[in-house]
């Protein structure tokens, strides 16, 4: 029987398995230059965290959460017993990262009172039960990063402006993408503009479809994000955040700006950006394609979530973040026609013309590779003239022969494989030799003199397990 990956679901593979590497080393030299750090959490949590994180009345939440059961659970669910299950059994795959790092720092206390903020980057697997389509998966992968305990605009600034570095790193051109900002309020105004904007649509409920007259009650501010054409309409005249922020808040978000600004970021201001999850407070911020990506346009998104935290059972502390989905991000490098990356040709084959040098061979192929060269070699019995036809298909740029007449005097032959001259070389001189052919990729200008910066002592065939 021949079985198939769940639907909405992806095998990275190749270029994309390389790409997701890819990102995450962009990632990774990036955003420590902002003093941020790895943190890997769980990828299912008591269903509690996601629920009180996002909030009980928000579409993740509601339909889209995958239960995760350990065998025991699961007996009893499927004898009637669901409510029995204790808080703890109740196990969810995480819908996005951020709940969980919340979780994680209340529980390990890593953000000190009066301490320095919390900053750490996480990039995994992520699972909603959506209707998949392009851009669209039910499990996904996001990059993302979370910055607990600054309440300063500035914060806010560098973790949009880290975002947008990102996306130009991986070649993402700018005016490809758009970025959308705006303010959601704080406890102090957001309550009374909810209120306002339930009020608005109570006065056109017959206009608006099922789902935002149940919105009307319970979750107004998501109404702006309905697909549907007339409550978009509808929406489009509701009472505006921007003319409902209170003094700090309005004073934090023109602070926001003002960096932005002084930075040349530039942004769009839109007061209908809520954003899909209920933590937000303040800034919230999306970071849109412009074409090619139909209705999931949004390659990451992020915002204040000042409140969360305490909500979550810790102490107050402010907390702001951002995730970008690497499925996405991927189809805008494609749209905008970013260089993927491609896989690693090797520097050396090492081919064997007799079976008796085999042992030789296998040895010299470890030395290279304690060397920092990346060897291959055929291990499927091929003859001479197959191990050359492939190391030409693997894009070789040398191969080593190892033959019995050579080896008698202490030596191989080397071969270019753009020119096809050869050469012999002493077994004791071949790092060197490749070294001095194949260059250092240190950066630095020694052209392969001996005591090199990189390690590798050129000349004196003592390396330090790189060759650059
Ligand atoms: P989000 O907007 O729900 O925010 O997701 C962030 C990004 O994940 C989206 O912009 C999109 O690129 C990607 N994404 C979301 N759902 C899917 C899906 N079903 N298939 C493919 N890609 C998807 C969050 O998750 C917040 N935790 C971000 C955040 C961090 N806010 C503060 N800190």
Redesign the pocket.
Known sequence: MAINKPRGTEDLIGVDALTWQYMKDVADSLFVTYGFAPIEVPTFEQTDVFVHGLGTSTDVVRKEMFTALSPDAFAKVSTGGASELKAAQHLSLRP???AGVVRASIEHGLVAQGGQPLKVWYAGP?F?A?RPQK????Q?H?I?V?CLGAEDPATDAEVIIMFMRFIEQLGIARDSVRLIINSMGDQACRPAYRDSVSAYMYEHFDELCDECRVRADTNPLRAFDCKNDRCREVMDAAPRISDALCDDCRAHYGQVKAYLDAQGIAYEEDPRLV???DYYTRTVF?VQVIDGLGA?N??????R?DRLVEVSGGRPTPG??????F??LVLAMQACGAELPTPVCPDVFVSVAEPECASKAFSITQELRDNGFVVEADRQGRSLKGQFKLADKLGAAKVVIVGPDELAQGKVKLRDMGSHEEELVDCDALVDRLCELLGCDCGCDCEGEEGCCCGHGHGDGAGDGTKG
């Not at 851009?135 to 039910?138: D, E, P, S, T």
């Not at 949004?298 to 915002?303: E, F, K, V, Y």
């Not at 702001?320 to 989905?325: D, N, R, S, T």
Request: net charge neutral.
């Open positions: 996005e990262g951020t992520m909603r959506e851009g669209r998966l039910r996904f996001q993302g979370e954003r899909g999850l999306e999931q949004a390659i990451g998104g992020g915002g979530y702001i973040g951002f995730a970008c989905g499925e996405r």
